[in-house]
């Protein structure tokens, strides 16, 4: 079983966009906070996750905390939270701020984003990739700030790399499933990042990813996300990965600080938010769905995660809600 396929699977992804951005040095351009444009790509988005693909020359990015990370090309950043940045080459004049153009790009225009001062060009492809919050708790979670990876090491990155680029010269073209099949390879090029950096990941590191990597551990997490509302208990879990109750609860506990049963509540309170915000059933219906044979016990667990009962969470406002949550 793979758990990062599982999860991947139960997390909605709710679109994808690129665009070229054409720069000749001197230049510089900034990328303000994902988070507050996230609704913008796609209804139900709420989370914004940004490429930058670069094709020809170089760059240096700078994040608000000093990190810098170079790029030449074939490298790809992908910055998983939105954080905001700068691109940059030489001694720009001005920082130009792409906050006005993402609204278009977002809703789908495509043209070339062309700034500088007519020197050496440098070409990219960007891109943002969306998906629903619940990610913030698995793939997302304890990633750093960026990840770069480069796509010219072997053939399968090549191949995705020249896809990408093909997709994105169509610009205009009209022909049939262009959108989707965009939405599709910023998925691959998201999915490739993640399985490239977790493969880098050092053996003592911990987190959801190393915890999805480790054989005990990512099978169980595997089994919780295909069957979310099956009545799993620590032998059935246990059972699962091939291993003992006291060893898959000691390995939970040191990748992610807390229980296999723990895990399994955290998420099916995720589920069920989001089964309370996107459809009709009743408050019972969706305790079933997810797992719960009592309505009044899932109740509490609900209030315990989110701070307000599920009828009243249904009215509230997503955000407001899910700040309750994590505050």
């Given at each position: 079983?793979?758990?990062?396929?599982?999860a991947?699977?139960?997390?909605?992804?709710?679109?994808?966009?690129?665009?070229?951005a054409?720069?000749?040095?001197?230049?510089?351009?900034?990328?303000?906070?994902?988070?507050?444009?996230?609704?913008?790509?796609?209804?139900?988005?709420?989370?914004?996750?940004?490429?930058?693909l670069?094709?020809?020359?170089?760059?240096?990015?700078?994040?608000?905390?000093?990190?810098?990370?170079?790029?030449?090309?074939?490298?790809?950043?992908?910055?998983?939270?939105?954080?905001?940045?700068?691109?940059?080459?030489?001694?720009a004049?001005?920082?130009?701020?792409?906050?006005?153009?993402?609204?278009?790009?977002?809703?789908?225009?495509?043209?070339?984003?062309?700034?500088?001062?007519?020197?050496?060009?440098?070409?990219?492809?960007?891109?943002?990739?969306?998906?629903?919050?619940?990610?913030d708790?698995?793939?997302?979670?304890?990633?750093?700030?960026?990840?770069?990876?480069?796509?010219?090491?072997?053939?399968?990155?090549?191949?995705?790399e020249q896809?990408?680029?093909?997709?994105?010269?169509?610009?205009?073209?009209?022909?049939?499933?262009?959108?989707?099949?965009?939405?599709?390879?910023?998925?691959?090029?998201?999915?490739?990042?993640?399985?490239?950096?977790?493969?880098?990941?050092?053996p003592?590191?911990?987190?959801?990813?190393?915890?999805?990597?480790?054989?005990?551990?990512?099978?169980?997490?595997?089994?919780?996300?295909?069957?979310?509302?099956?009545?799993?208990?620590?032998?059935?879990?246990?059972?699962?990965?091939?291993?003992?109750?006291?060893?898959?609860?000691?390995?939970?506990?040191?990748?992610?600080?807390?229980?296999?049963?723990?895990?399994?509540?955290?998420?099916?309170?995720?589920?069920?938010?989001?089964?309370?915000?996107?459809?009709?059933?009743?408050?019972?219906?969706?305790?079933?769905?997810?797992?719960?044979?009592?309505?009044?016990?899932?109740?509490?667990?609900?209030?315990?995660?989110?701070?307000?009962?599920?009828?009243?969470?249904?009215?509230?406002?997503?955000?407001?809600?899910?700040?309750?949550?994590?505050?």
């Amino acid at each position: 079983m793979d758990a990062l396929s599982e999860a991947l699977g139960s997390v909605r992804m709710t679109g994808a966009i690129f665009y070229r951005a054409v720069c000749t040095s001197p230049w510089a351009f900034a990328i303000p906070p994902l988070r507050d444009y996230a609704h913008l790509l796609s209804p139900g988005t709420e989370r914004l996750v940004s490429y930058h693909l670069m094709t020809e020359g170089d760059a240096l990015v700078r994040f608000g905390d000093g990190e810098e990370e170079p790029m030449t090309a074939g490298d790809v950043l992908i910055v998983p939270h939105g954080d905001p940045h700068v691109v940059s080459k030489g001694r720009a004049a001005e920082i130009v701020e792409t906050g006005p153009n993402l609204d278009r790009f977002l809703a789908g225009d495509l043209s070339t984003l062309q700034l500088g001062g007519g020197g050496e060009a440098t070409r990219f492809v960007c891109g943002f990739f969306g998906c629903e919050r619940h990610a913030d708790r698995l793939f997302l979670s304890g990633l750093p700030t960026v990840i770069k990876i480069s796509l010219r090491d072997d053939v399968a990155g090549q191949w995705l790399e020249q896809s990408i680029r093909h997709l994105v010269t169509e610009a205009g073209s009209g022909r049939p499933g262009r959108s989707a099949l965009l939405s599709k390879m910023a998925e691959a090029l998201f999915i490739e990042a993640l399985r490239r950096y977790m493969e880098r990941l050092p053996p003592e590191q911990v987190g959801w990813l190393a915890a999805a990597r480790d054989e005990v551990v990512g099978a169980a997490i595997a089994a919780i996300h295909r069957a979310p509302a099956r009545q799993w208990t620590l032998d059935s879990l246990a059972a699962e990965s091939a291993t003992s109750r006291s060893v898959l609860t000691e390995r939970f506990a040191r990748f992610l600080g807390e229980s296999p049963l723990s895990y399994l509540a955290m998420w099916r309170m995720q589920l069920a938010a989001r089964r309370l915000q996107t459809a009709r059933d009743s408050v019972l219906q969706v305790a079933l769905e997810v797992g719960y044979e009592s309505e009044a016990g899932f109740i509490r667990a609900f209030k315990r995660e989110f701070g307000l009962p599920p009828a009243k969470y249904r009215k509230a406002d997503p955000s407001a809600a899910q700040s309750r949550s994590s505050g």
